[in-house]
């Protein structure tokens, strides 16, 4: 399983932004068994825990500090989960992360910086 994330950026306070996470090498019933989650990494930090949705998007699950600003989903159809991020803040600045998880199987892409600064 290959995970490409997308759409990272530059961003002012209190911007949004959509983060997409697409995988390859899975079929699309295999991909909806999936755990996925978006993370992120702070510089001087360890990766933490944003957002996580399961079984088809019926259940998800956020990080204290990014509830009520940034909403996780995906499209099993098309193999991608989504973070949209609203109302940011300068410490949102990180590499955003996508794992994907089944049982055992544990895979993450390679990162998309998003930035929030004026």
């Known amino acids: 399983v290959q995970l490409v994330e997308s759409g990272g950026g530059l961003v002012q306070p209190e911007g949004a932004l959509r983060l997409s996470c697409a995988a390859s090498?899975?079929?699309?019933?295999?991909?909806?068994?999936?755990?996925m989650s978006w993370y992120r990494q702070a510089p001087g930090k360890e990766r933490e825990l944003v957002a996580s949705?399961?079984?088809?998007?019926?259940?998800?699950n956020y990080a204290d500090s990014v509830k009520g600003r940034f909403t996780i989903s995906r499209d099993n159809a098309k193999n991608t989960v989504y973070l949209q991020m609203n109302s940011l803040k300068p410490e949102d600045t990180a590499v955003y992360y996508c794992?994907?998880?089944?049982?055992?199987?544990?895979?993450w892409g390679q990162g998309t910086q998003v930035t929030v600064s004026s």
């Open positions: 949705i399961i079984i088809g998007g019926g259940i998800t």
């Open positions: 794992n994907a998880r089944l049982l055992v199987n544990n895979y």
């Open positions: 090498g899975v079929s699309g019933f295999t991909f909806s068994r999936y755990v």
